[in-house]
């Protein structure tokens, strides 16, 4: 057998250029308003499970170009679309910064506060909501101000690894004829883990970013302290590994995934979720090759058997850096209209029941009485890896399709940089699943998004 080309050296895809970090610690106030669960029995934080925290990840080409800004925070999200919208535009005009080159995520724990710029007047520790809010816009600010004063040469490269903490959670109930939301233990669920390592020249890491698509709903109503959940002891137990260096969340695309053990009060259970997402994301980070590094074939050794001989040698990830902020036109249900929801939550006296209504009527607001919606959307071209994010609470096929298309480029896939309604399949649109009837999107949402996003991603896989 005769060899005509040597082996292609091992090179984790990524982005090389200037690189900055800045962090914040943005642990909410006891007693602020942090009722997510509508069978939850208090609606305040009566303490802290871990801290919280804003992180920012500056990406430039060199120091005259304009960056892309990435910022993740632990939060459950906005709890409406309008406050999302003003908060952003109110950080791009700060920032100085176009709609494509910023995309705000969080990690969606669903025992954070609301974030919202006009809390509902009843809300027990709601007049700690706005000044929380406000504190979160400054932390932003002074995070990526400080990413980008101290931004330093480096590269940031991906690689993929596995994680089986996320299970599938639309389950047929056994005692009634309907679905509910919980751990399925006969249905398949995406594990892939995607790694990031924000490293100097000289091999200090400068961050790490891990995306992995699983609802951090560990603690639920028995809970009564504002926690990270699961993030919390996954960010932690990755940094005491890797110098302190700030570790990233990015919330992937989770719509029908959540931890196979939830809905508890018990923090260690949520610690030992954690635990899980840390150790295998270590895992992945000790199977990379050094920054700045590929492992190129170098030809044979004669031994005892021909020796195949592979070597670390200098290599320079590309320099592209793309960000485009692409809304899709998605269609909205006929849902009742506003005046008619705002009676229905009026009347309404049980607690979980008014709590979806108000969720609703939220929606509404903000949705209009259009039959269409815009739903924000970005793609980032960074080197050789990709960045699509989406508003919405996106099911899983969306980056499932997206890496099958492109099976040789890392695509981090983000939710919830709005959380404005689920995504799901078309096909689920013919059950009574929680995530169906929450969304305000039509059936056809998210292969609409999902066909848009490759429309944009497809060009950009050929430049440079």
């Given at each position: 057998m005769t060899g005509t080309t040597h082996p292609r050296p091992l090179a984790h895809p990524g982005f090389r250029g200037l690189i900055g970090v800045g962090r914040e610690d943005i642990t909410p106030p006891v007693g602020i308003y942090c009722r997510c669960w509508g069978a939850a029995s208090t609606d305040v934080a009566e303490g802290v499970h871990r801290p919280f925290t804003l992180t920012a990840l500056t990406l430039r080409r060199d120091a005259d170009a304009p960056p892309l800004v990435l910022i993740e925070m632990d939060s459950i999200g906005w709890g409406h679309i309008g406050a999302e919208q003003r908060f952003r535009r109110r950080l791009l005009d700060r920032l100085g910064l176009q709609p494509g080159q910023l995309v705000f995520g969080v990690s969606h724990a669903h025992s954070t506060p609301w974030l919202t710029d006009r809390p509902d007047p009843t809300w027990a520790g709601g007049e700690l909501v706005g000044p929380y809010v406000e504190h979160v816009f400054?932390?932003?600010?002074?995070?990526?101000?400080?990413?980008?004063?101290?931004?330093?040469p480096g590269e940031l490269v991906w690689h993929t690894g596995t994680c089986r903490l996320a299970t599938n959670r639309d389950l047929p109930d056994p005692d009634a004829d309907r679905w509910v939301c919980g751990y399925h233990p006969d249905a398949p669920a995406d594990d892939t883990l995607l790694v990031g390592r924000a490293a100097t020249d000289d091999g200090e890491i400068l961050c790490t970013l891990v995306n992995y698509?699983?609802?951090?709903?560990?603690?639920?109503?028995?809970?009564?302290?504002?926690?990270?959940?699961?993030?919390?002891?996954?960010?932690?137990?990755?940094?005491?590994?890797?110098?302190?260096?700030?570790?990233?969340?990015?919330?992937?695309?989770?719509?029908?995934?959540?931890?196979?053990?939830?809905y508890v009060g018990d923090t260690e259970i949520a610690d030992q979720n954690g635990r899980q997402i840390g150790y295998a994301a270590l895992a992945v980070l000790n199977d990379m090759v050094r920054p700045g590094h590929a492992l190129t074939y170098d030809g044979v050794v004669e031994s005892g058997a021909p020796l195949a001989v592979w070597k670390l040698q200098s290599h320079d990830a590309p320099t592209a850096l793309v960000g485009r902020h692409c809304p899709v036109t998605v269609g909205l249900k006929d849902w009742p209209k506003l005046a008619e929801l705002e009676e229905q939550y009026a009347g309404e006296t049980d607690r979980a029941l008014k709590e979806r209504l108000r969720r609703k009527l939220a929606l509404r607001r903000d949705l209009g009485d259009d039959a269409t919606f815009p739903m924000a959307a970005w793609v980032?071209?960074?080197?050789?890896?990709?960045?699509?994010?989406?508003?919405?609470?996106?099911?899983?096929?969306?980056?499932?399709?997206?890496?099958?298309?492109?099976?040789?480029?890392?695509?981090?896939?983000?939710?919830?940089?709005?959380?404005?309604?689920?995504?799901?399949?078309?096909?689920?649109?013919?059950?009574?699943?929680?995530?169906?009837?929450?969304?305000?999107?039509?059936?056809?949402?998210?292969?609409?998004?999902?066909?848009?996003?490759?429309?944009?991603?497809?060009?950009?896989?050929?430049?440079k």
């Open positions: 400054s932390s932003a600010v002074t995070s990526v101000e400080h990413a980008l004063n101290t931004s330093a698509a699983c609802h951090p709903t560990t603690l639920a109503w028995q809970n009564r302290l504002a926690s990270p959940d699961f993030v919390g002891m996954m960010r932690e137990t990755v940094q005491r590994q890797t110098g302190g260096a700030p570790c990233l969340f990015l919330q992937g695309a989770a719509g029908e995934y959540a931890p196979r053990h939830q980032w071209k960074l080197g050789e890896a990709f960045v699509v994010a989406v508003m919405a609470e996106a099911y899983s096929d969306l980056q499932r399709r997206l890496r099958a298309e492109f099976p040789r480029v890392p695509i981090v896939c983000i939710n919830l940089i709005n959380a404005s309604g689920y995504l799901p399949p078309a096909d689920a649109y013919d059950t009574d699943l929680y995530q169906v009837w929450q969304t305000p999107y039509a059936r056809g949402g998210l292969e609409r998004v999902i066909e848009q996003i490759l429309h944009h991603i497809a060009p950009l896989t050929v430049s």
